[in-house]
C-alpha cells in the first residue's frame, strides 16, 4: 500500500529559487510545478500555489522537508491543510474506493496524476476557505446596508476594504488555472480515464463552480460598494459645491450692505 501526503502550508512557493537548491533533478517541471522521483518508491510534487504532495515519505522526512522549503514559502499558513489518499497495487484492474485506489499497474506516470489530483483536492479546499472569508465579510456589509440604509465604513477604510478583497480575489482566480488536465492525458486513454474518475473521486469540477459563484457574488457586490462610494463622494461635493456658491452670495451681500 502506498501513502500520498498532500500538504497546503503556504499561500505560494518559489519553486525557480528551490529547484536551485534542491540537489534532485525533476523528472518534470515548468513554471509552476516541480515533480521529483528521488528513491525507488519515493516521490515529491511541489506546486507554485503552495502545497508539497509526498508518496513514501515517512512523518520525520516530511517534517524535515517542510523546514527545508519554509525558507521559498511565502504567507505561511497558520493552520496547514492535507489530505490523504491511499494507492493499493496488484490489483486485477483499476478500481476507485473511498480515498483509495487500486492499481492494476504502476507507473510514474499515473502516480504523478493520482498526487496531482490530490493536491487539486487540497488547493480547492485553501481557495474554498478564503472565498468564505470574502463572503463573510461581503455579508456583514450588506447586512449594515440593509438594516441602516447606509455603509458605516469611511472612504478610505472602504477603499482599503475593497483593495483587500480584490487582492484576495485576484490571488484565488490567478491559480484555478490549476485544474486543467495535464497533457499528457490527452494522448494517453488509461491516463484520460484515471484523470476523469479522480476527479469525479474528489468532486472537483462541483467545487469549482461553488469557489467561482462565491467569487463572482462578492464581485458583484464590491461593484456596489464601488458605485455607493462614488454617490457618496459626488454628493459630498456637491454639498462643498453648495456652501462656495452660499458663502460667495454671503459676501456680496455683506459688501453692498456695508457700501
Not at 213 to 233: A, S, T
Amino acid at each position: 500500500m502506498l501513502k500520498v501526503l498532500a500538504i497546503q502550508s503556504a499561500d505560494s512557493i518559489d519553486i525557480k529559487q528551490f529547484r536551485a537548491i534542491f540537489p534532485a533533478s525533476p523528472h518534470y517541471a515548468d513554471s509552476d510545478e516541480l515533480f521529483y522521483q528521488t528513491d525507488t518508491e519515493k516521490f515529491l510534487y511541489v506546486f507554485k500555489y503552495g502545497i508539497v504532495c509526498f508518496l513514501g515519505y515517512n512523518a520525520t522526512e516530511i517534517a524535515g522537508f517542510q523546514q527545508m522549503i519554509a525558507p521559498y514559502c511565502r504567507n505561511i499558513l497558520s493552520q496547514p491543510l492535507s489530505d490523504e489518499f491511499d494507492i493499493g497495487t496488484g490489483a486485477d484492474q483499476t478500481r476507485f474506493g473511498y480515498n483509495k485506489l487500486e492499481l492494476e499497474r504502476v507507473t510514474i506516470d499515473t502516480l504523478r496524476l493520482i498526487m496531482l489530483n490530490v493536491s487539486q483536492s487540497v488547493a480547492l479546499d485553501h481557495f474554498n476557505r478564503q472565498t468564505d472569508i470574502l463572503l463573510e465579510e461581503t455579508n456583514y456589509h450588506t447586512q449594515i446596508l440593509e438594516k441602516k440604509g447606509k455603509m458605516e465604513l469611511s472612504g478610505t477604510s472602504l477603499k482599503k476594504y475593497i483593495g483587500r478583497t480584490l487582492n484576495l480575489k485576484n490571488r484565488i482566480e490567478a491559480n484555478l488555472y490549476i485544474f486543467d488536465s495535464p497533457e499528457e492525458t490527452w494522448e494517453d486513454e488509461d491516463l484520460n480515464r484515471m484523470d476523469i474518475g479522480l476527479k469525479k473521486l474528489f468532486d472537483l469540477q462541483a467545487r469549482f463552480r461553488t469557489i467561482r459563484e462565491g467569487l463572482e457574488i462578492v464581485k458583484e457586490n464590491l461593484e456596489l460598494f464601488k458605485d455607493l462610494l462614488q454617490y457618496r463622494n459626488s454628493i459630498l461635493l456637491e454639498w462643498v459645491i453648495i456652501v462656495l456658491i452660499f458663502v460667495e452670495v454671503m459676501n456680496l451681500i455683506i459688501e453692498k450692505i456695508f457700501k
